[in-house]
């Protein structure tokens, strides 16, 4: 995989910032749009802008092409059994707020057990907490190692006979943990709780199977995978998606209205209430294409190649404090320098052109587990080189003179 000559479908990444060369190191909390990606939203805008569904003129049966089309290849994407399988959301976000609202808060009640870890990200530890707060059901936490690992005995001793319902990420936004999820799914199913996977950290960098690992809902987003910000998904199981009620009502997720009652549509539709994002699903099945042509597996084998060598070089720097596994991990590097606050770091980086991302990442309870306030965070992507990571490491070290450190020697 050629990471230099791809850097050049990222229109974006071909400009100074402060006099430096753009280097874009903050993949984790959103990628960039290669020029597939903004020339399909924009053809979309210019030809095919209708709503879908509704009307029977062309523009209509365009862009409803255009946007069931898209539902087919996320499901392509993740092996899903079917399209039926597959509903459009804003993101991560929105798609693990519906599993909260629209399945956790109808099927659970007192008594019964909600099981997380302390590397979750916001978007999966809040919804979780309203579950139980509006249900009586219990908050446990699968124990952490202390490189940020969670052993599988550990996972067989949280879940038990009362555990409904597992909710765990794929990939720590944080530490770069990869979580055994086939494993841990398996462990739930037997249990008689089902799994719910936050997918965002992962979709974009490994391929994902949602049938192999047996994952009853997968959540993820758009904007992290290339695609416009604004669009994600979510998979369920089809028993489970029918089984819920929506949580919006109105245009488009009806099936028939009377005065004092409605029926819904059947799946996915139910769950896509109101105009959709039509030229988001657009740009996400673009996004798809792209990386598929690239090809998963080689992403997964560039990053893990990349992070290695960060890892090795942040390493050498007196001061840096790295977290997480140092085998194993998926592509960031979270780190902290001596006494120097993150943003102070980012800030100084960004005088050299590097763009990383500083503060507590949304894992506010993992920042106080991991005993520091904030930390600041490299995350690569197929167009991150080695390159990258030699400017990003003598930056540091010009960050540590800046700040009265003695030069390394």
Known sequence: MDSKALKAEFPILNQEINGHPLVYLDNGATTQKPRAVIEAVKHYYEWDNANVHRGVHTLGSRATD?????????????????????????????????????????KLQEGDEIVLTQMEHHSNLIPWQQVAKATGATLKYIPMQSDGTVRIEDVEATVTEQTKLVAITFVSNVLGTINPIKEIAEIAHRKGAII???????????????RALN???????????????????????????????????????????????????????????????????????????????????????????????????????????IYGPLENRAGLVTFNLGEVHPHDVATVLDTEGIAVRAGHHCCQPLMRWLKVSATARASFYLYNTEEDVDLLARSLVKTKEFFGYEPIR
């Open 66 to 106: 255009a946007y069931e089309g898209a539902r087919e290849k996320v499901a392509k994407f993740l092996n899903a059994a079917s399209s039926r399988e597959i509903i459009f959301t804003r993101g991560t976000t929105t798609s693990l707020n519906l599993v909260a609202s629209g399945y956790a808060r109808q």
């Open 215 to 321: 994952v009853d809902f997968y959540a993820f987003s758009g904007h992290k995978m290339c695609a416009p910000t604004g669009i994600g998904a979510l998979y369920g199981k089809a028993e489970l998606l029918e089984s819920m009620e929506p949580i919006e009502f109105g245009g488009e997720m009806i099936d028939f209205v009377e005065l004092y009652d409605s029926s819904w549509k059947e799946i996915p539709w139910k769950f896509e209430g109101g105009t959709p994002i039509i030229a988001g699903a657009v740009g996400l099945g673009a996004a798809i294409d792209f990386l598929e042509q690239i090809g998963l597996d080689n992403i997964d084998r560039h990053e893990r190649k990349i992070t290695r060598y960060a890892v090795e070089q942040l390493s050498n720097i007196e001061g840096v404090s």
């Open 196 to 210: 719910v996977v936050d997918g965002a950290q992962s979709t974009p960098h490994m391929k994902v199977d949602v």
